[in-house]
Nanobody
Framework: QLEIVESGGGLVQPGGSLRLSCAASGFAPSLHTIGWFRQAPGKDREGVSCISSGTGSTAYADSVKGRFTISRDNAKNTVYLQMNSLKPDDTAVYYC????????????????WGQGTQVTVSS
């Protein structure tokens, strides 16, 4: 059974850091493009970052470029999102998703989703 589980969210002060994890079971994330999305209350789900299968090329939303880094550990079937210099606007539920094609920030194109992890940036 295919499953995606996110973890690592929490409460952090502005300027702080968090590392989110996306653990996959039932499939090999190295064969899938993995995307990180977030959804704040009252807002649409938006793409944050993605890492392609094969080449491992990455993409970032403009709002997080230079602050967030996506990476993968194929041996652990896990994709990470390192988030630095966090801002209150980063507050959202963060989701991990998988797709058998290239990076995209269109959430409806992703086939598999985790349950999300809450990130709150507040003093």
């Amino acid at each position: 059974q295919l499953e995606i589980v996110e973890s690592g969210g929490g409460l952090v002060q502005p300027g702080g850091s968090l590392r989110l994890s996306c653990a996959a079971s039932g499939f090999a994330p190295s064969l899938h493009t993995i995307g990180w999305f977030r959804q704040a209350p009252g807002k649409d789900r938006e793409g944050v970052s993605c890492i392609s299968s094969g080449t491992g090329s990455t993409a970032y939303a403009d709002s997080v470029k230079g602050r967030f880094t996506i990476s993968r550990d194929n041996a652990k079937n896990t994709v990470y999102l390192q988030m630095n210099s966090l801002k209150p606007d980063d507050t959202a539920v963060y989701y991990c998703a998988a797709i058998l094609s290239s990076c995209t920030f269109v959430p409806t194109r992703y086939n598999y989703w985790g349950q999300g992890t809450q990130v709150t940036v507040s003093s």
